[in-house]
């Protein structure tokens, strides 16, 4: 990536592109890093908060899409929390996923459809069960053998449970979804 600090003028394409009505305030970015120092995946991600969120500003859209963090940020929010600005990068974030939609790839299909069970076990049980999940996702993208010796070790390490969990919280859970749902499709 190009040096941050040398930019000599903002981008407005992909800026417009993701942001138009200026609610995310991207362009308030100060650069100060706070949100990365945070940032609860900074250790797994290629692109930390305040990179993003310049390389917006850069009009650097083919390396947003194709980044490791636009699918490794978890939608904490503690970025927002911790930016003097209130740059709201996680909605960022569900925009650039949003916009690799128009062009998938292999590697892509398969984020997507492990997006899409997860989600859906989510709304169904409250939370995330795992074994079901892992199991619809590795039938969808047709890759049932290529982590299988991990299993019996998640299973004893109580990563994975046999069972679903139980939530009192999975009725109102699912009636979030549906007014997402609901309000996406008013859009």
């Known amino acids: 990536m190009n040096n941050p600090a040398t930019i000599t003028s903002v981008n407005q394409g992909l800026l417009e592109k ?3 009505e200026g609610k995310l305030n991207l362009a308030s970015c100060l650069q100060c890093a706070r949100c990365s120092a945070g940032c609860t995946m900074r250790l797994e991600t290629d692109i930390l908060p305040h990179q993003m969120n310049r390389m917006v500003l850069m009009g650097m859209e083919d390396e947003l899409l194709k980044s490791k963090a636009i699918w490794t940020c978890v939608s904490c929010h503690t ?3 911790r930016c003097p600005m209130k740059v709201d990068t996680p909605a960022l974030v569900d925009k650039l996923r949003e916009m690799t939609q128009t062009a998938p790839s292999q590697d ?3 984020i997507n459809i492990f997006n899409n069970e997860m989600l859906k076990s989510m ?6 069960y ?3 999940m892992m199991g619809f996702y590795k039938m969808r993208a047709r890759d049932l053998f290529s ?3 991990k299993f019996p070790t998640m299973l004893l390490k109580g990563k994975m449970k ?8 999975a009725k109102s859970v699912s009636a979030i979804f549906d007014k997402v749902r609901a309000r996406r499709a008013k859009r």
């Not at 709304?123 to 995330?128: S, T």
């Not at 046999?162 to 919280?169: C, E, L, M, N, V």
């Open 130 to 132: 795992e074994l079901g």
């Open 162 to 169: 046999i069972f679903p969990p139980r939530t009192r919280a």
């Open 18 to 20: 993701l942001d138009p």
């Open 147 to 149: 982590d299988l010796a």
């Open 79 to 81: 970025c927002v929390s």
């Open 123 to 128: 709304k169904q049980f409250g939370r995330v």
């Open 108 to 110: 892509l299909e398969k």
